[in-house]
């Protein structure tokens, strides 16, 4: 069986705004590739962490390298683990980022230890119940800036998740925006 090869960490492929750094638990290392191919579908580059050399005990630091080289992140959040300190940098990087949890139903709360990151580091939240979902809610949030439509972005709103009083006002905001726009 021949040897797997990796990246470099220091020539990641793809132009930096077209990179999407792919964040999660490695033990759920199909979702992860799952992700990666809705991202490479959408049009922009899958960085996959997992695809590159790390020197064992050197993981977090060669993760946020990578990390601060994209535009883009996205992090399967549904269990918790090491991605959260790389989720936790994205601001410092000015990388764009959400999160993604698997759930039984489109109103399901994400995990309880997630649900502070919404108000601490603003990132967009959205469960998703099956693949097709997901891959719906990669390609819209990735390709929203390039066909912005209010509607779009109040569709983002409702489908992402908010502590319920801020999701209304939120709304509201968006919806009042949305008609003076239209008038």
Not at 4 to 25: A, L, M, N, T
Not at 37 to 50: E, K, L, Q
Not at 113 to 128: A, H, K, R
Not at 142 to 165: A, V
């Amino acid at each position: 069986m021949p040897r797997k090869r990796f990246f470099r960490v220091d020539s990641p492929q793809g132009r930096i705004e077209k990179r999407v750094f792919v964040g999660g638990d490695y033990r759920f290392l199909p979702v992860l590739r799952e992700i990666a191919d809705a991202v490479s579908s959408s049009g922009f580059t899958a960085i996959r962490p997992w695809d590159y050399f790390m020197p064992r005990g050197q993981t977090r630091d060669y993760s946020l390298k990578l990390l601060h080289n994209c535009r883009y992140a996205i992090f399967e959040i549904t269990t918790e683990g090491g991605h959260l300190q790389e989720l936790e940098h994205t601001k410092d990087f000015d990388c764009l980022a959400f999160g993604v949890y698997q759930a039984r139903d489109n109103s399901e709360e994400p995990p309880g230890y997630v649900t502070s990151m919404v108000t601490t580091y603003g990132i967009p939240l959205y469960g998703y119940t099956s693949f097709k979902q997901l891959g719906r809610l990669i390609n819209d949030n990735l390709n929203s800036s390039r066909s912005w439509r209010p509607s779009k972005t109040l569709d983002l709103l409702r489908r992402q998740w908010l502590p319920p009083k801020q999701k209304r006002l939120l709304l509201k905001s968006a919806r009042r925006i949305e008609k003076m726009r239209t008038t």
